[in-house]
């Protein structure tokens, strides 16, 4: 039974047999642990133990309502949770391990706590591709329910140290393996037994690919919809300071986050990419908030092609950038 109510000491962990070992005993004794996946650092808990996922909810002050999506292992450890589908077939074998997450209908038997799928009844799984993940889901042999590590509706992280310090003393390990290759969260696709498939959310992987794969266009969710999927909540991604989106140039007393060359030459101006790369862009879109954050001065973000990767990361930008409750 996890111990939330004061602060503990988190430890870091390396990504050896012996961390990877510890982090798996953690996670059955109902602990939270960060580990890193190809696209942002997770927050981990036994998605089967009520208690551990809802200390995922009181470490990062998450709302209830929003759901978690389910880490597995495999396509087999998958369907041990969810109604496959022909298109989940489709899609996971083109894509899994990968920036994919699959929104199905909840197994008979799934064993999955209510706190993991907020009350919905479907579940959003993935395999995740990175090494250290991998060899974590195996050692543990069971679904990991983890967000992404840190704050609600701050910046998401990229590196271990962006998670310990957003969450140092509230979980009890991280798991260090580098910084994250993708540095967006995961492309989620609601998969309905009518066949429809539903663009959740744009992520790591483009939906132009899964286009491809399943042969028709994605459907689209309508933003007044009910919360059926994880990062659907409008004001998320948030620095602390102002956002203001597509910005030709930095207005007096911002600082200015480019996309292609700027010539600002700042110290507090920075590019996602030099080349306009939107894969390099999305790499760096949480490390670059994070260090213009840390000035304590508005942020002006230049415009970002809604294209490909784009849209992943001018969704995230436009939540960092809406208004706070």
């Not at 543990?140 to 310990?164: C, K, L, M, Y």
Request: glycine share 8%.
């Amino acid at each position: 039974m996890p111990q939330n109510t004061a602060p503990k000491a988190t430890e870091m962990l390396s990504a050896t047999p012996q961390g990877l070992a510890r982090a798996a005993d953690l996670l059955r004794a109902g602990e939270l642990v960060s580990f890193p996946t190809e696209t942002v650092y997770g927050l981990g808990a036994d998605a089967r133990q009520g208690a551990a996922v809802a200390a995922i909810y009181a470490a990062k002050g998450r709302p209830s309502f929003n759901p978690l999506i389910a880490h597995v292992a495999s396509i087999e450890a998958a369907k041990r949770h969810v109604i496959w589908s022909d298109q989940a077939e489709l899609l996971a074998r083109a894509f899994w391990p990968g920036p994919l997450t699959l929104v199905l209908p909840l197994a008979p038997d799934h064993g999955i706590s209510d706190l993991v799928t907020a009350g919905l009844d479907t579940l959003a799984v993935r395999v995740p591709a990175h090494p250290c993940a991998q060899k974590l889901l195996a050692a543990f042999d069971g679904p990991v329910a983890a967000p992404s590590a840190n704050p609600s509706g701050r910046i998401s992280p990229t590196t271990a140290a962006h998670v310990r310090a957003g969450l140092d003393g509230r979980i009890a390990a991280i798991l260090d393996d580098g910084a994250c290759d993708v540095g967006v969260e995961s492309t989620i696709i609601g998969l309905a037994t009518n066949g429809l498939a539903v663009l959740l959310r744009p992520g790591g992987l483009a939906t132009e690919e899964i286009e491809a794969v399943l042969g028709q266009p994605l459907a689209s969710r309508d933003i007044k919809d009910p919360l059926t999927a994880p990062g659907q909540l409008l004001s998320h991604y948030a620095p602390q300071a102002r956002v203001r989106l597509n910005a030709t140039s930095a207005r007096a007393g911002e600082c200015y986050l480019g996309f292609g060359r700027y010539s600002g030459a700042r110290a507090c101006d920075l590019t996602l990419s030099e080349t306009g790369d939107l894969a390099e862009a999305a790499a760096n879109l949480f490390g670059h908030l994070h260090r213009l954050d840390a000035l304590n001065q508005p942020i002006a973000v230049a415009p970002i092609p809604e294209t490909g990767l784009g849209l992943a990361i001018n969704d995230r930008l436009r939540r960092a950038a809406a208004p706070r409750n």
